[in-house]
């Protein structure tokens, strides 16, 4: 009896969460699903069952054999940018969180430098991407500098709407997400375990690769799904850093959606979906996170 | 403490130095280069030192009613602020009782966390629209529509806020100590109460970081907003546009604005967790110590 009660109360108090995700989350994860298999003309979707969206989607797909169609360009050129990414967020993501946890002794200094790494996160992404304009610009401060020194004639162009500056502004910004679950494996490592290795006479290169990492696995299979998650459905960044040039699988569905045509962009959430899933299954296969935590 | 450092602590230190240097050294860029002179143009050198380009946001000239996408902005920030802080507290109260289905609202968070934020703004758009064409068909007079800014904008703004309330939670809860209120009840309390005098005080600093989440994550929200909006627009959304037409320092200006906000709403933030950790440690000194 007194058991009902409390689950009771628990049910209260859950459930305005479990009811924003039901009404924000779910229910529109499910309208995409079924709207991805209606039919649609040029200004208005028709509830008819209809595969248009994905024959659309992989026309000349086939036809164009061995020349990859469009939508496979596409996804080519978005995994590229999220495995350039990615890696560089890694090797930056961990040195720093490295640093944190072993070499900041305070605890104090810790939580300032833990904050100063924070600070940017909760400020604007659009900001922080316009940022790059004065540096990388024709005129910016990197060119003139390069040219300042002999080592370029003229101003180059590549630094600033390029897949260069798209990668660039991605580090800078997702960084953090590798930082803080990194730094969560490695706050939690006994040391003890690492002061046994070197007392083994492993050297600390050795102690990094075959105690450090492992150990961290966790934390780097997370930081690494948050990396991934963003950059394949990323459009914000590649539109605004590339200039609107540059196509990914999150650009497509954003030019459905301008040109209305809902079926399409829903088709191609969904195909976005199934490869973010298969990614994220294949990265904790690495790990057993369940396990882990 | 106090034995000679390893040089790799001075390469690393190194490291984290220019890692500190490439996420701010941008940024401040912006911020010296909206106090261009009237002359200055987008990049260095600067061509004097003015406020003509503050002045022109917000004047609002050149720039599309940009103070009416700031006051709009805030003013969801805050409702999501307020909103984020009350469920999710009140769900991390949830998870300390078992309750059937915790775990897949859990994993829903998690989901709403690191789903593309496209896809989850498509679907909110998809919803609504289909409702709107329902309350159309079944004839309501001069029905326009359910999409805007305190509906699916706030929808969506909360996917994107709950999941790290909800995991702030989690982490307050970990370290929390449940004997406090089992002391609390043994004594005579009753559930409000306990809440209220023993457990609101301990988690109240980790509350504040909540709300501070809250804010700020909504103050910048774009790619969720993107499709899910209605016909008003956010701050970020009107910057974002504002970068493909960019031509003068007035968008560095506004930069710097919103900027100032984040800023000070962390500043506030901190200043308020500090007062209370202080006050903590003050009157608090010894609960809890007399049990272990």
Redesign the interface.
Known sequence: MVQDRKSLVAWVQAAPMMLIFAAFFLLPLLFVTIVSAWDYNEYEMIPAFSLRGYTDTFEGCIADLPDLCTILKTYVKTLKLCLLTWSLTLLIGFTVAYFLAFHVRSKTWQIVLTLLCTIPFWTSNVIRMIAWIPLLGRNGLVNKGLVGLGVIERPVEWLLYSEFSVVLALVHLFTFFMVVPIFNSLIRIDKRLIEAAHDAGASGWQTLVNVVIPLAKPGIVIGSIFVVTIVMGDFVTIGVMGGQQIASAGKIIESRLNALQFPAAAANAVILLGITILIIVALTRIVNIRKEL | ?GEK??R??YV??A??AL??L??????I??YI?SFQGPDG????PMNGVSLVWFSKVFAGTGIVDIGAAFKRSLQLGLVVMVLTV???V??G???R??????SF?FY??I??L???????S??????F??LDDFINKSGVEGWTTAMGLYT?GL??H??WT?PFG?LIMFAIFNRFDGRLEEAARDLGAT?WQTFRHVVLPIILPSVVGIG??GF??S??E??RS??AIGSVNTL?LE??GL??T?TKPD??AL?TL??AV??L??FLA?VVILVLQARQRRHGSDAGKGMV
């Open positions: 403490m450092r390893p790799s602590f690393l230190a490291v984290f890692y500190v490439f996420l701010y050294g941008p940024m860029a912006i280069l143009g987008l990049t260095f009350v469920i999710s009140s769900a109260l949830a998870f009782k078992s309750f059937r289905g915790a609202l829903v968070a989901a709403s690191i789903m593309p934020s496209i896809i989850t498509l679907g909110i758009a998809l919803e629209r289909l699916s929808g969506a909360l996917t709950l909800l559930r501070l989440f700020t994550l103050w910048d774009l790619a993107s499709q970020p910057l974002q970068t493909t960019v968008i560095y930069g919103t900027s984040s800023f709403v962390i901190l």
